[in-house]
């Protein structure tokens, strides 16, 4: 899962890298404006962390420019200027959500989880199948397989496996699981995910196939398409 960092402060582009990186995010860099539209407009990335005030070309008119050009990729800017007038206009040339600096890291990581949540829920909206390997989920049934042979799943379970399922190939933390498959708050202490994961691996990775589910420790879960 990459994430484009666009802030011309070395201090916090450097912090932003690290922090991302620990929680498992791919990430690019860039600390002007016209090399940040460059890569918004030419790479794939499931989220942009975009300041607004930028050498080269501002963070509004980059923006504006990835919106005119068709890119809907989830952009979260951060930026000083606190005014609802500058926060509305913001929001207004495209951006998803704005976020005033400075800012607690860990309202930054929620908004981005929220964020990347949100779009790879739209993207699934227009299908109603979804496959990895010879897992199978037929959203309209509620019914999954693997290898044709139909798995008991519980409600919970269920939307647990399609939410590692929408994500496939991409680290998601336990607070992403948390939230969208319980729809409140994740508690640190609470070990409620590993609970779900441990049953739900035991439907799915069956005896003899190849396992599908991979922990990624200190982080969360990622399911991997080969195995």
């Keep these: 899962m990459r994430i484009l960092v666009i802030e011309d402060n070395q201090t916090t582009r450097e912090y932003l890298q690290k922090a991302l990186q620990e929680q498992g995010y791919e990430v690019d860099l860039a600390d002007n404006g016209q ?16 300041d607004r005030m930028l050498p080269k070309l501002d963070g509004l008119t980059v923006l504006s420019t990835l919106r005119k050009a068709g890119k809907e990729t989830p952009v979260l800017i951060l930026s000083a200027l606190d005014s609802v007038s500058e926060r509305v206009k913001g929001l207004r040339e495209g951006g998803d959500d704005y976020l005033i600096k400075p800012f607690a890291l860990s309202e930054l990581l ?39 042979n139909e798995l008991t799943l519980q409600p919970k379970e269920f939307k647990l496996l399609r939410y590692l399922m929408e994500h496939s190939g991409q680290v998601v933390s336990r607070s992403m699981l948390f939230e969208a498959v319980w729809d409140y708050q994740f508690d640190p202490q609470t070990n409620v995910i590993d609970v779900h994961m441990a049953r739900l691996r035991k439907k799915v990775e069956l005896d003899g196939v190849t396992p599908l589910l991979e922990t990624v420790r200190g982080i969360g879960y990622r399911m991997v398409e080969n195995g």
Excluded: C, P
């Design 110 to 148: 929620v908004r981005i989880e929220i964020l990347i949540q949100r779009k790879g829920n739209t993207s699934q909206q227009l299908t109603s199948t979804l496959q990895v390997a010879d897992l199978k989920m037929d959203l309209l049934s509620h019914k999954a397989f693997r290898g044709g």
């Design 35 to 50: 090399d940040g539209l460059f890569l918004a407009l030419e790479g794939k990335y499931q989220l942009i962390l975009l």
